[in-house]
């Protein structure tokens, strides 16, 4: 006969595996369990001393129990990826535009697009920042405030680009509306159509729109899943193709969330340097390092003013204040901000407002730390269900920050047919085609991990497996 306290053991083991207690997460006290489950305070006791001599749970001192990370046997990392060695106009963007409208739509499972949860966003600072300066400065909230922004928000970036190695004065920054501006300015600087644009393969396909809206040829760079762009790949296109510059994502790659070690980053721009080609860094993601540790930027190696910088605060804060920023060689900034201000004259002012406060009073390094454990908790959890419910041979991505995994399915599935199956069970994921010039990857998908865990996303995911046996070669 099976003891009390074992089947305790088994259901809160059980409660583990399927998410409801996340590692690194405290259980909860023995008085709630105990009213929870209906049992006396010992057999919960019991049950935890069996968890913690299984390795589940791991107490502390005077704290309480906390949720152990579980072993599994991860699956293979993604194949390094090998796109044609030749600039390309871009196509077959036309479903992101779906796939951003379906963000709107409450009754989708979120998988798609990569934007966080407002769960996982400090609202509750910003929305005390966003009262204060509504009531403190109505009239200058009014005005717009013309590149390169506000010196407020300007100090406050200057003060936390310290963190990545770069020591900058704060008029050098230009904001702008998001980091998707911030990539378009930086190539209508330094290119113009037609030029050709090495990129990241896969890449961003927010990056892969501009080029294409730009009128300028990609040329795709194998990357691999863990170092990241192969620096001799792109040194055999630099001495073949006339590169006006490269864009990428050194710092948490979107999709395949890879991290350039600090020596390859001075590598690449020694290389950049050479052939006399200017880096354009995305740095959207540096600050949702797992481990707490921001990496360095790109920009921060660059003694030669060849990296233009550019991040946001849409991981990070709020995606719809629709704020970014720049920072750009001399040569550059008078003509980027002159862009900027003939686009749309300036950015939003009470978001600038709102943030510059934020960043100065809301507490945003202790958001920090709780939302990397966080996320890392999430990616883990969404692997785990993933890699038990998809075909076997499926590979996935090991990011060590950030909220997205790239999933590689067998050879022959076709994604892009599984996300308008997906569609119908009102889930949203990414297609791998959309993150390549040459609409490569048409068996693999980027999931979004910036949900919340719930029943309803477990099904979404078990429904994923499904229909890829269903689609199945």
């Given at each position: ?11 809160i ?6 998410g409801v207690?996340l ?42 129990y906390?949720i ?5 046997n991860?699956?293979?990392l ?5 796109p ?10 036309e ?8 963000v709107n ?13 407002s769960s ?12 204060k300066?509504v ?7 009014a ?5 390169p ?20 004065q704060?008029?050098?920054i ?9 990539l ?12 050709i ?12 729109q501009v080029i ?19 620096l ?6 630099l001495?073949?193709?006339?590169i ?20 390859h ?10 052939y006399q ?8 993601y ?8 921001r990496p ?5 190696f ?5 990296v233009i910088?550019?991040s946001s ?7 719809g204040?629709?704020?970014?920023w720049?920072?750009?060689p001399?040569?550059h ?21 709102a943030v ?10 202790r958001?920090?730390?709780?939302i990397?454990?966080?996320y ?5 959890l969404?692997?785990?269900?993933l ?11 090991q990011?060590?920050?950030g ?5 590689e399915l ?7 047919a599984l996300?308008?199956r997906?569609?119908?069970?009102k ?10 010039a ?5 068996n693999?998908?980027?999931?979004n ?12 995911l ?12």
């Open positions: 006969m099976t003891l009390l306290y074992h089947e305790i053991a088994h259901r083991h059980q409660s583990i595996e399927t207690y590692p690194g997460e405290r259980l909860p006290g023995v008085r709630l369990l105990s009213q929870q489950f209906g049992v006396s305070i010992s057999t919960i006791v019991q049950a935890q001393r069996q968890l913690e001599n299984e390795g589940s749970l791991q107490a502390r001192p005077r704290s309480g906390y152990c990370e579980q072993p599994w991860k699956p293979a993604p194949s390094a990826s090998s044609p060695q030749r600039p390309m106009p871009v196509s077959g963007q479903l992101s535009l779906h796939l951003a409208r379906v739509q409450e009754d989708f499972i979120q998988l798609g697009a990569a934007v966080p949860h996982f966003l400090p609202m509750r600072a910003l929305q005390r920042s966003l009262n300066v009531r403190l400065y109505d009239n200058r909230a005005n717009y405030a013309f590149p922004g506000l010196p407020s928000l300007q100090q406050q970036i200057a003060r936390r680009m310290l963190a990545s190695g770069d020591r900058l704060p008029e050098a230009l904001i702008t509306n998001g980091g998707h501006e911030a378009t300015l930086a190539l209508r600087t330094v290119a113009e159509a037609g030029d644009i090495a990129i990241e393969s896969p890449t961003f396909y927010g990056l892969l294409d809206s730009l009128g300028m040829k990609a040329l795709e760079i194998p990357t691999d899943p863990q170092t990241g762009l192969s001799p790949a792109l040194e055999l296109a001495e073949q193709w006339p006006k510059a490269c864009v990428l994502i050194p710092n948490f790659h979107n999709p395949l969330g890879c991290l350039l070690s600090d020596a980053k001075a590598a690449l721009v020694k290389l950049s340097h050479r080609v200017t880096l354009i860094e995305d740095d959207i540096a600050d949702l390092a797992y481990n707490g540790e360095r930027s790109l920009h921060s660059d003694q030669d003013q060849r910088y550019c605060f849409s991981k990070t804060i709020a995606q204040l629709r704020l970014g720049m920072l750009l001399p040569e900034l008078e003509r980027a901000t002159y862009f900027k201000y003939v686009t749309n004259l300036a950015a939003p002012t009470l978001s600038q407002l510059a406060d934020y960043l100065e009073h809301g507490g945003h390094e958001y920090l730390r709780q990397q454990t966080h890392a908790q999430q990616v883990s969404f692997a785990r269900t890699h038990k419910h998809l075909p076997e041979g499926t590979r996935i991505s990011p060590k920050g909220f997205v995994l790239w999933v067998p050879i022959g599935m076709d994604t892009l996300t308008h997906m569609i119908e069970h889930v949203s994921i990414a297609p791998g085609v959309l993150f390549s040459s609409s490569k990857y048409t693999c998908i980027r999931i991990c910036a949900q919340p865990w719930s029943a309803a996303v477990e099904k979404a078990i429904s994923l497996g499904r229909e890829c046996l269903r689609l199945s070669p």
